[in-house]
């Protein structure tokens, strides 16, 4: 953990940079170490951190993770965590002036034009989460959270949050958090500390590279691939009849037969006449002698 003397260092920086100075010593010494216990969980990750304000829990990040960046809508906040970054030469430490919002959409927008995107695999937020509005705190959800394997949540626990008003969720409680994260399939663990007035989150999940064929090692490693997958072709149901009989669908027709209809391989029934299940033959106009006995079912 940072030492007294120097932070005063960095905070006597901090104080030109800013109208204040939100990470003062008296609230990281109580703070801090709750975080420190769990530090290892962004060991060679790629981590965003929402909030950062002046850096110093990028700082404590940076000098385990792979990569780090920090966000923030603050201007004189990033100004400070610019600084932080200078004074400590943290070189895998980005930071950027962007409310969570605008930096989800510009990644999303990079992506659909192809272009490449910040590799994240982690997410942290100390005592922000609950700053969000519910639009908000769904983008990370539907953006970040199938690309993470690791998020570390900090919050308060005040009874009268003043941001109730348009966070619907109410993240300023663990509960709540831990139900915010279980509904998007993390496993959850959380520890009060000792005074009570705050906690930490620990959420983990297992996620499967698309690039790793099928040998995923419980996180992604990074990525600017969207994590949607394309969807299944539409299967049209056939009736294939002969004579104008339904055939079985245990039967197997001989494809030398005099009207050419080819075998139907690993068919299975649903309704009556409906061939479902396996590789189908595509029955040509030219085998069937045209359109004859053959009707075609869009599933609908």
């Known amino acids: 953990m940072l030492d007294k003397a120097t932070h005063a260092k960095v905070e006597k920086i901090w104080a030109k940079l800013g109208p204040g ?9 109580t703070r801090m170490p709750l975080f420190l216990k769990y530090i290892d969980k962004f060991k060679g990750k790629n981590v965003i951190e929402f909030g950062c304000n002046a850096g110093i829990y990028g700082y404590e990040i940076a000098k385990v993770a792979q990569s780090y960046i920090g966000v923030d809508q603050g201007d004189y906040y990033i100004a400070q965590a610019q600084a932080t970054k200078k004074f400590f030469d943290m070189n895998n430490a980005t930071f950027k002036c962007k409310r969570v ?11 659909e034009r192809g272009e490449d995107t910040p590799k994240i695999n982690a997410v942290f937020a100390t005592f922000v989460l609950y700053h ?15 690309k993470c394997g690791t998020v570390v949540i900090m919050t308060r626990t005040s009874k009268r949050s003043p941001w109730r008003k348009y966070n619907g969720r109410k993240l300023h409680e663990i509960k709540n ?19 009570k007035k705050f906690g930490i989150t620990i959420a983990t999940k297992e996620i499967v590279d698309d690039n790793d064929n099928g040998k995923g090692e419980g996180d992604r490693q990074g990525t600017n691939k969207s994590t949607r997958r394309p969807r299944s072709p539409r299967v049209s149901k056939r009736r294939v009849r002969e004579g104008g009989e339904v055939l079985p669908a245990e039967r197997e027709v001989d494809a030398e037969r005099s009207n050419g209809v080819l075998p139907q391989a690993q068919a299975g029934v649903g309704t009556e006449g409906d061939v479902q299940g396996g590789q189908r033959e595509m029955l040509s106009s030219e085998q069937t002698g045209g359109d004859e006995g053959v009707e075609e079912q869009e599933e609908t």
């Open 177 to 195: 958090v831990e139900k915010y994260l279980e509904e998007n399939g993390y496993q959850c663990e959380s520890e009060m500390h000792v005074s």
């Open 21 to 29: 100075v939100y990470q003062r010593w008296n609230r990281l010494e």
């Open 101 to 111: 919002k605008a930096f989800i959409r510009d990644c999303q927008k990079a992506e």
């Open 132 to 146: 969000l509005n519910d639009k908000e705190t769904d983008l990370i959800a539907e953006y970040l959270f199938p």
